[in-house]
């Protein structure tokens, strides 16, 4: 169950792009094409954009939030809201959660930026309103707001990564500075840290650690659209308050981090600074040194985003959209790609 559960958090980012109805894929791990199941969520009246994924602290569920918007003949034009469905491990679907638009035009939703899922099932959501500002939204399993909160402006979340003390890190960047901020399951702010490596920086992705600490991946260099611009990639090991304890630096962007076996880790990331990509695994031990490199692809630009995975057998999975159709490849715990297909 463990496997399912990690194998399909991979496959549903593959559609986290799309605008589409909402399809769930779950697959073995000999062939990856031995379907367990398929659902297909939505309904003609709406399209639907998949922006965030979050597993349950209770089950094997899986919660994916995004927006839905009015279309004209297949293309967008409206944002009416928010949506928050929850799946469970057969692939059905056991909540749908809508939450419409405020009436105020500047206070309307954009987009849903992150989500995380408390002990009790409250959903805390990361959303950007047509203003620019950021808020903090906590909801029930009723679609009831128990909680909004503003956050700074010029601050852009990215991710939201829960700790072992069931507390969450904002990860992200506050102008050109990178930006961490603790928060309780009350949104209640118990430390934040900034950054300034004199370029355009921010952390694009993390995991929390078995003592406390976390370890946060980040880009530092020129911001371009898609990316496409020349980055250094910082992997940064941090205690439970936020207080730096290693770092490694190398070349490449858009980089994502998964937790192996035997407290190593592996992170995905593109060496490419043009349209092209080159898409790189770096396997790292608990202290960030270097273990083994594999490239997995070179591809011309198309590949939108992409997120590694780890199995509970100590593999790795790669997986994103490409021209919005799924692109996975799988690589074993030495490094060596098993298996890849689009």
């Given amino acids: ?137 906590k909801l029930n399993l009723a679609g009831e707001v128990v909680l909004s909160k503003e956050l700074k402006p010029e601050r852009d979340i990215s991710k939201i990564i829960p700790t072992i003390d069931n507390n969450f890190l904002l990860i992200g960047h506050e102008k050109f500075d990178t930006l961490v901020m603790k928060i309780n399951a009350n949104g209640e702010t118990l430390w934040e840290k900034i950054n300034d490596r004199g370029k355009d920086d921010m952390f694009v992705d993390g995991l929390a650690t078995e003592d406390g600490g976390f370890i946060l991946i980040e880009n530092s260099g020129k911001s371009a659209q898609f990316f496409l611009a020349t980055s250094d990639m910082w992997v940064t090991k941090y205690d439970s308050n936020g207080v730096k304890i290693t770092e490694k630096t190398f070349s490449g962007r858009n980089g994502s981090i998964a937790l192996g076996k035997d407290g190593n880790y592996a992170t995905a990331y593109d060496k490419s600074g043009t349209a092209k990509q080159d898409i790189w695994i770096k396997a790292i031990d608990k202290n960030l040194n270097e273990k083994w490199e594999t490239n997995i692809t070179s591809t011309d630009f198309g590949l939108e985003s992409f997120k590694i995975g780890s199995l509970t057998n100590g593999d790795y999975i790669v997986a994103g959209p490409i021209m919005l159709r799924p692109w996975i490849s799988y690589i074993d715990s030495a490094g060596v790609k098993k298996m890849g297909f689009s």
């Fill in 1 to 137: 169950m463990r496997f399912i559960k990690r194998l399909f958090f991979v496959l549903c980012f593959i559609i986290s792009l799309a605008y589409f109805n909402c399809f769930v894929h779950a697959d073995t791990i000999n062939t990856l094409s031995n379907t367990l199941w398929e659902s297909k969520f939505g309904d003609s009246e709406y399209s639907y954009y998949n922006r965030a994924v979050f597993f349950s602290p209770k089950d094997s569920g899986l919660f994916i939030a995004g927006e839905y918007t009015t279309s004209v003949k297949g293309v967008p034009t409206v944002t009416e809201g928010l949506w928050v469905w929850k799946i469970n491990a057969s692939g059905e679907k056991v909540i749908d959660l809508k939450l419409k638009n405020p009436a105020d035009d500047a206070d309307k939703y954009s987009r849903v930026e992150a989500m995380a899922i408390t002990a009790g099932e409250d959903i805390i959501l990361i959303v950007k309103l047509r203003s620019g500002q950021t808020n903090l939204l």
